[in-house]
Antibody
Framework: QVQLQESGPGLVKPSETLSLTCTVS????????WSWIRQPPGRGLEWIGF???????TYNPSLRSRVTISLDTSKKQFSLKLSSVIAADSAMYYC?????????????????WGQGTLVTVSS | QSVLTQPPSVSAAPGQRVTISCSGS????????VSWYQQLPRTAPKLLIY???KRPSGIPDRFSGSKSGTSATLGISGLQTGDEADYYC???????????FGGGTKVTVL
């Protein structure tokens, strides 16, 4: 079955760069767009951005200046880099397969999801 | 504060039906499709509804979705204790050029 697994440091110092990788198995990397979504403890979901299999990206405008999402199709991995992190960037980070259909309106939905990885920003 | 507005909580007895509203605007729900997610405690969210009212394989028909104008609604019938979770609506916002979520609704089974 489809599996997504996040990996990366659980603790990042303020002002440094958060780096996470998602490894995809059980499905072709070209089957979906690939998103990162985060959730601060006790709070709601925030979409960070997604990458298409062509390598193009779309980012949340609120994070665009600090975010880079990249794709390595040969390794079936995609990655997130978030620079200049602050405490408010502490969250559970999920990697997610994303379907995007644009016809008479945009339809996006998120499935499947990784289990998430908790990242804390602290010195 | 979320662009999409959901009630913080809803509750009902087992077997009853609950509905969760998601209110937006013409730049999001009014002209794009809505999806819904269930997040059980300490787990990743799970897709319940996409394209306003379609259920992925494996999602029981107790869960239903609808959209009217700039609002969407998730319905859960035959409420079960296992349905206690947070529920989120999501859609594309054409003005923001971003995927947005509601603030989430906690469902409690009394």
């Amino acid at each position: 079955q489809v599996q997504l697994q996040e990996s990366g440091p659980g603790l990042v110092k303020p002002s440094e760069t958060l780096s996470l990788t998602c490894t995809v198995s059980g499905v072709s990397i070209s089957s979906y767009y690939w998103s990162w979504i985060r959730q601060p403890p006790g709070r709601g979901l925030e979409w960070i951005g997604f990458i298409y299999t062509s390598g193009g990206t779309t980012y949340n405008p609120s994070l665009r200046s600090r975010v880079t999402i990249s794709l390595d199709t040969s390794k079936k991995q995609f990655s997130l880099k978030l620079s200049s992190v602050i405490a408010a960037d502490s969250a559970m980070y999920y990697c997610v397969g994303t379907t995007v259909v644009t016809a008479a309106g945009t339809s996006n939905w998120f499935d499947p999801w990784g289990q998430g990885t908790l990242v804390t920003v602290s010195s | 504060q979320s662009v999409l507005t959901q009630p913080p909580s809803v509750s009902a007895a087992p077997g009853q039906r609950v509905t969760i509203s998601c209110s937006g605007s013409s730049s999001n729900i009014g002209n794009n499709y809505v999806s819904w997610y269930q997040q059980l405690p300490r787990t990743a969210p799970k897709l319940l509804i996409y394209d306003n009212n379609k259920r992925p394989s494996g999602i029981p028909d107790r869960f239903s979705g609808s959209k009217s104008g700039t609002s969407a609604t998730l319905g859960i019938s035959g409420l079960q204790t296992g349905d206690e979770a947070d529920y989120y609506c999501g859609t594309w916002d054409s003005s923001l050029s971003a995927m947005i979520f509601g603030g989430g609704t906690k469902v409690t089974v009394l």
